[in-house]
């Protein structure tokens, strides 16, 4: 069966701190792979998705990079944290086969100060 | 603008009773609809889908309705447990023109279970 990991679970980071999330997903090959952000009371928006290694593409203009250095690792990255980059990143994945069908993983809390 | 939307953002039920939680979508193109359930503090889970050629999809304690008609989906939940309280919140999906699907969330509905 297929699973998804994120680590860290939960982060804190002062402002103007580098962040690196790793998202990787285990029993499945060439998933597509996104990642979302959601802020509390409100619904998820998509910040980056993969259909293969090194292909990003970017649904928002922000603070944030992502990269898919391998087949099932998705990187969630920023240089220089806001205090408005707080809020639950959630990674997704869908199959190659099936790509209507998104899974998500536990996601991380991230607490800018 | 296109959306995915909830009527009711607060539904308290009995539990042992059903629960009915509803969505509205207005992207005609979508073809793919799928119920989620999130926890505090946890991902999204899937709960169930349906493909627009389908107007019911029944699943354990879960059944999903779909009106093309009137571009409505229900999440109907049977004999409501404690473990159900949790926000739930629909998806609609459509084929991009590049070839990838696009995802349309709603907000999501707060379902509260009472003993």
């Known amino acids: 069966s297929q699973t998804i990991h994120q680590w860290p679970a939960t982060l804190v980071q002062p402002v103007g701190s580098p962040l690196s999330l790793e998202c990787t997903v285990e029993?499945?090959?060439?998933?597509?792979l996104y990642w979302y952000r959601q802020a509390a009371g409100r619904g998820l928006q998509l910040l980056f998705y993969s259909v293969g290694i090194g292909q990003i593409s970017s649904e928002v203009p922000q603070n944030l990079s992502a990269s898919r250095p391998q087949d099932r690792q998705f990187i969630l990255s920023s240089k220089k944290l806001l205090l408005s980059d707080s809020g639950f990143y959630l990674c997704a994945w869908s199959p190659a086969v099936r790509q209507e069908t998104q899974y998500f993983g536990p996601g991380t809390r991230l607490l800018v100060l | 603008g296109e959306s995915v939307g909830l009527h009711l953002p607060t539904l308290s039920v009995q539990e042992g009773d059903n629960s009915i939680i509803n969505c509205a979508y207005s992207n005609s193109a979508s073809d793919y609809f799928i119920w989620y359930k999130q926890e505090s503090g946890k991902g999204p889970q899937f709960i169930i889908d349906?493909?627009?050629?389908?107007d019911k999809r029944q699943g354990q304690r879960v059944t999903v309705l779909l009106n093309k008609t009137v571009k409505h989906l229900s999440l109907q939940i049977a004999a409501t447990q404690p473990g159900d309280s949790a926000v739930y919140f629909c998806?609609?999906?459509?084929?991009?023109?590049?070839?990838?699907?696009?995802?349309?969330f709603g907000t999501g509905t707060r379902l509260k279970v009472l003993a």
């Open positions: 998806a609609e999906n459509y084929l991009w023109d590049s070839g990838t699907y696009k995802y349309i």
């Open positions: 349906i493909r627009s050629n389908m």
């Open positions: 029993g499945t090959s060439n998933p597509n």
